[in-house]
């Protein structure tokens, strides 16, 4: 690697790119002269933001921002009507290309034109509007990965209502507790579908939750008081997109925090659509007759952003609903080679469980890899790059938030990548600030905005003061992201987990990510999350947890490993080998469900972990650890 870098791109390479061609077009030489402009000039850059995306705004706005409010409460681009399914769908209706390309478990395709998904939405549009949702209304979508969760998705925001995407993985719980928390009268849902083999019947989840109307797909036998999907597309009067303003909400995304209360996050039509379309087209190089696959949910942030961002850009987005390795690791490969996928999103999971099992093809057709849900440790980074990528395909590594509905951090295919990395986001003002509020380089600290941006959740659903305490308390004028980040004076950050996760042992802090790249380093480890726990000696103290190989013969190479590389002062007190770890169904480890559950607490809400017979596991390993 030269001077740390595994990746250099070739002159001609980064003349290809969308951000080179941004770069130039706007007298820059340089990529650092670009960002810099983007972050001081903040009219001038989203003003350009809406031209070079070719964003069609019914209406001018008056002012790319007003803080007036204050900044905490900054509107965007006022005055001005927009509407995000135009631009994704309606503006592109007399193309033949496809907007959406779909996949499931059993083979089965269906691909979708823009002219088609215009013709789908408007109808559903319509009957929307018959069945009396109106603008404001929001509207559930508890549905797989599909082209009617999409469909759905887009009708709802064409006619100005607020799409309100659920995991599809939630049980009644959960579900209700969002229904009740936005005040949800309908919900889409569907049949069912399959995943690893398994038919998974959602509306049986869905018809046991009250206060809600379903909108069933797939079903030959509805009840009473339920709504046929098909009939909706079929017999609805096709309907334009509403001329919504720009602050109008159009998404609300629940988050649940490191408290495990789910939150809901409101994100609106203008600030939305500009940023999330910036982001895919200048981090993952998007363009037309580009095919977008990034591996998650509706319910979760990556999935409306991948969907907007692709299709507002001409490009098409694909879709799968069943399990990435079933029937074999070999599906991913199927899929990108059956599907003509230029554009691939993982997690870093993900690619540990290859790395582990050994799987090594290349990904042929991959242009550009993004990741996100969690940060990386070298390992399975360089795993990806060298191997499934063959040196040569960039990694566009971001990170940000179902709260932003977009990216504070993105490395892009136009600048030299170090293992881990990620860049500081365009127009973002990103930095890192030490706990007196002091920007810091070369050392570990809060990952911030120094200004408010234009995704930005526009609050908490009916919790304004929930609000301010999560992300300005800190800092007062600048937004907290809760992420442990370290920045070097070159724009290039480093992520080690939550904040909240941070472990003190010793009188020292240490991120749990560096525990576990450590650990990671043990071929017989495949993934590794560590948390902190009580001690009466050191503060606290470090627990491993990992899947792989069982025996004391792993348990001692990791607490050497970890030794070796960060010190005896971080040696593990217990290390605990466990079948799999507590996970979202997009690969992101639940720490915070690890604490607790080692510490006999109450894990709160556990409705979005995949496998939840691991807890019971937890438990008992704990118990056996301690001595109990």
Not at 78 to 87: D, E, H
Not at 288 to 304: A, E, K, N, V
Not at 514 to 520: A, Q
Request: hydrophobic content about 35%; aromatic content about 10%; some cysteine.
């Amino acid at each position: 690697m030269k001077d740390g870098f595994s990746y250099i791109p070739a002159k001609n390479s980064v003349e290809r790119t969308n951000i080179n061609y941004l770069m130039k077009k706007h007298g820059f030489s340089t990529m650092k002269e670009l960002y810099d402009w983007a972050d001081s000039s903040r009219n001038e850059f989203w003003n350009a933001m809406v031209r070079d995306l070719n964003i069609t705004f019914f209406r001018n706005y008056n002012s790319v921002f007003d803080d007036s409010g204050g900044k905490q409460w900054t509107k965007w681009f006022t005055g001005g009507t927009v509407n995000i399914v135009y631009n994704a769908v309606e503006k592109w209706k007399d193309r033949e290309e496809y907007a959406v390309k779909f996949e499931d478990e059993n083979g089965r395709k269906q691909y979708i034109t823009f002219n088609d998904m215009d013709k789908l939405t408007g109808k559903l549009a319509g009957s929307l509007l018959d069945l009396g949702i109106r603008k404001g209304d929001r509207v559930g979508i508890y549905m797989p990965l599909n082209p009617d969760c999409v469909i759905a998705f887009y009708a709802v925001m064409r006619i100005g209502a607020v799409s309100v995407p659920i995991f599809s993985g939630y049980g009644r719980d959960a579900l209700q507790t969002r229904i009740d928390d936005a005040g949800i009268k309908y919900l889409f849902t569907s049949e069912s579908y399959r995943r690893k083999g398994k038919e998974i019947r959602m509306a049986e989840t869905a018809r046991s939750v009250e206060n809600v109307k379903l909108i069933i797909s797939g079903s030959t036998e509805l009840k009473e008081s339920e709504i046929s999907f098909s009939e909706l597309l079929e017999n609805g009067s096709y309907t334009e997109s509403v001329h919504t303003e720009s602050e109008d909400p159009a998404i609300m995304l629940y988050t649940s925090g490191t408290t495990g209360k789910p939150k809901g996050t409101v994100h609106v039509h203008g600030g939305t659509l500009v940023n999330v379309t910036k982001e895919v087209k200048y981090y993952m190089d998007a363009r037309p007759g580009d095919t977008l696959f990034w591996i998650t949910d509706l319910g979760w942030m990556m999935g409306p952003w991948a969907i907007i961002g692709a299709n507002c850009l001409g490009a098409s987005i694909f879709l799968y609903d069943g399990a990435i390795d079933f029937p074999n690791p070999d599906r991913l490969w199927d899929l990108v080679d059956g599907n003509g996928i230029t554009l691939l999103g993982v997690s870093p999971t993900l690619i540990r469980n290859y790395k582990f099992k050994g799987v090594s093809r290349e990904l042929k057709g991959i242009r550009v890899f993004g990741s996100t849900g969690e940060p990386w440790d070298e390992e399975s980074w360089l795993y990806l790059f060298n191997v499934l990528g063959s040196g040569k395909v960039p990694i566009a590594n971001v990170s940000g938030g179902t709260d932003i509905i977009g990216c504070f951090l993105a490395s892009t295919p136009a600048i030299p990548l170090k293992p881990r990395c990620l860049y500081r986001g365009l127009g973002m003002n990103v930095s890192v600030f030490d706990d007196g509020g002091n920007e810091i380089h070369d050392r570990i600290g809060y990952l911030v905005a120094i200004e408010h941006t234009p995704s930005m959740t526009r609050g908490i659903w009916k919790q304004p003061e929930r609000y301010m305490e999560s992300y300005w308390s800190k800092y007062g004028k600048s937004w907290n992201q809760g992420d442990w980040a370290e920045m070097d004076k070159d724009g290039y950050f480093y992520l080690y987990g939550r904040a909240d996760e941070v472990i003190k042992t010793s009188g020292k802090r240490i991120g749990p990510n560096e525990v576990e790249d450590s650990v990671l380093r043990v071929s017989d480890a495949s993934e590794a999350a560590v948390i902190g726990i009580p001690d009466e000696v050191k503060g606290e103290a470090i627990v491993v947890f990992y899947t792989g190989k069982e025996g004391e013969e792993t348990i001692s190479h990791i607490k050497h490993q970890v030794e070796k590389s960060l010190g005896k002062s971080f040696s593990p007190k217990y290390i605990i080998n466990l079948s799999t770890l507590p996970k979202t169904k997009n690969g992101k480890i639940l720490r915070r469900v690890l604490r607790t559950t080692f510490l006999g607490q109450d894990p709160g809400d556990i409705s979005n972990i995949e496998d939840k017979s691991v807890i019971e596991q937890i438990r008992e390993k704990a118990a056996a650890a301690r001595g109990n």
